[in-house]
């Protein structure tokens, strides 16, 4: 058994242990619900923060005084770049993206996703990558989570 911390939409500390086989599928729906990971910040050796969605490293961005650190995420629906912080917030529209996309050019896949993907048209008669959905058991989870 493996355990899961997670932060309950309300702020409460929740620890979930599922099956190492279900844990992909249990993250994705606790994302889905709001849930969010309790752990802090991972940085690279350069210091860059890694994306705790995504787990890629994120750029130091700077405008007109402002300075953040976000990475680009490619919206498998639209073809759409778009910017992560590691966070919800409208100005990080690409935190709602699914991990296991394209980033700044580059596909990363979970150790878990190994379903087939189809392709559709993007922009400019690029294919686009949208994972296969994984079937869930949501009424599992629910009796995993609630009792």
Known sequence: MTTIIAI??????????????????????LE??????????VYTAEGLP???RHGVPMQKREKQGDLWYS??????????????RGYTSPSSPGFDIPA??????????????????TGEGGRNGRM???????????DA???????
Not at 35 to 40: Q, T
Not at 100 to 117: F, I, L, R, Y
Not at 128 to 138: C, F, G, L, S, V
């Open 100 to 117: 296991g996309n394209k980033h700044d050019g580059q596909t990363v896949k979970t150790e878990s996703e190994t379903a087939p993907t």
């Open 71 to 84: 990475h680009k995420i490619t919206n498998p629906q639209t073809g759409e770049v778009v910017y992560c």
């Open 141 to 147: 989870l629910n009796e995993l989570l609630f009792g």
């Open 32 to 41: 889905q619900r709001g849930y969010r990971p309790s752990r802090e910040l």
């Open 8 to 29: 309950h939409p309300s702020g409460f500390e929740v620890h979930v242990e599922v099956e190492l086989p279900e844990l992909h599928k249990t993250i994705c729906l």
């Open 50 to 52: 890694v994306c705790p």
């Open 128 to 138: 686009t990558h949208t994972p296969a959905k994984p079937a869930m058991d949501i």
